[in-house]
């Protein structure tokens, strides 16, 4: 007899159609219903999957004992209260960042995963699987980079209609850095597996300028991290760029850049001819890589990608960004306990 596979539900079909493919290519499971709120969506949609169920009410999802795998990837103010229904109900929950937009909502979903430690949560971190960070990450993890002292990346996000005209724009409140910044926060964690102690952030809205959106669309925060390392974290969502990630890690014996063409690593202060380079070769089929290590972790508790807790420290750390733009001080970073 085979193995039980997992019904899946998907909430929000932009980003989430792409969650629906990575579940249908994988045969352990079972995609059940489809929801979002808007019916052109969902007619679009159907139009290419007519063997699925749709509906316009999360609650249909959130409440069906027989969906085992919730994916959240509805606008970013629905999240917190979708996430924390789910898990209560004793699903698993794979959501889009960011997770929520408040502490208070934060607290709640720990508490929810406290409450139901079976519950996998994860987030699609996808830079995580670009293979210039991967290669940068075994050269860190090798020591062959010494000491880290400095790291900073720019998420550049050159897709100013999305803030402009956009449902951005429209909901109560959107963050540049839990929307786009949180991913150049995980990957800067994911690659030092260091911990961020304390943060300070500054932002601006120039370039959105007489537009709907209400929000800063530049956000720049320094980070202090354990042992004296300093980080930088923008996230720069008007920028007149192609949509790419600037990223940068400084030790004792190596540094890496990372531009719009390629990776590179200096071993070197000298020969600047002495390099490893790393071209950009970014497989799109590589974007499900983290969803299927999620999917497994379920099936056969193998270890995530993403785990619980890093999706949960990362959160923090944009939440105390986002605070210290308001205080305009410096800022500790308020991490949270979690049982899983």
């Given amino acids: ?14 980003v989430g159609e792409r969650h629906l493919v ?9 995609v059940k219903k489809l929801c979002d709120f ?7 949609v159907a139009k290419k999957y007519t063997e699925f ?33 789910a898990i209560k109900k004793g699903k698993h929950v794979f959501v889009e960042k960011p997770i929520c937009l408040h502490e208070n909502e934060l607290k709640n979903i720990v508490d929810a995963l406290n409450a139901n430690p079976k519950c996998k949560l994860s987030s699609n971190f996808i830079l995580r699987n670009s293979p210039q960070f991967v290669e940068a990450k075994k050269y860190i993890e090798d020591s062959k980079f010494g000491n880290l002292y400095y790291l900073e990346g720019d998420y550049n996000y050159g897709r100013i209609n999305k803030l402009t005209q956009g449902w951005r724009g429209d909901i109560p409140f959107y963050s540049v850095m839990h929307g786009g910044g949180i ?11 260091k911990r961020v102690i304390e943060v300070i952030g500054i932002g601006n809205k ?27 974290v923008s996230a720069n969502f008007g920028s007149v760029t192609p949509h790419h990630h600037r990223v940068s890690v400084y030790g004792t014996h190596a540094t890496f850049f990372n531009t719009y063409e390629s990776g590179i690593i200096y071993d070197e202060r000298e020969n600047a001819n002495k390099k490893i380079e ?20 379920i099936i056969s508790n193998k270890p995530q990608k993403v785990k619980s807790k890093e999706v949960i420290d990362v959160m923090s750390i944009s939440l105390a960004i986002e605070k210290s733009l308001h205080t305009k001080k410096w800022e500790k970073v308020k991490y949270f306990d979690i049982k899983i």
């Avoid at 007899?1 to 932009?14: C, D, E, F, R, S």
């Avoid at 991913?183 to 597996?193: A, E, G, T, V």
């Avoid at 007489?210 to 925060?221: E, H, Q, R």
């Fill in 1 to 14: 007899m085979g193995l039980k596979k997992l019904n899946v539900a998907i909430i929000g079909l932009g």
């Fill in 22 to 30: 990575g579940y249908i290519s994988d045969k352990r499971c079972s």
């Fill in 38 to 44: 808007n019916q052109d969506k969902i007619k679009e």
């Fill in 53 to 85: 169920e749709f509906t316009s009410n999360p609650s249909e999802i959130l409440n069906d004992p027989e969906i085992d795998v919730v994916s959240i990837a509805s606008y970013d103010n629905f999240h917190a209260e979708q996430v924390i229904k």
């Fill in 183 to 193: 991913h150049i926060i995980d990957l800067l964690l994911w690659m030092s597996r």
């Fill in 206 to 232: 120039i370039v959105t300028t007489n537009t709907k959106y209400k929000f800063p669309d530049m956000v720049s925060s320094l980070l202090r991290f354990e042992d004296n390392i300093i980080g930088k």
């Fill in 278 to 297: 790393f071209k950009h070769t970014f497989d799109n089929k590589k974007k499900s890589n983290t969803l299927k290590s999620f999917i497994s972790s």
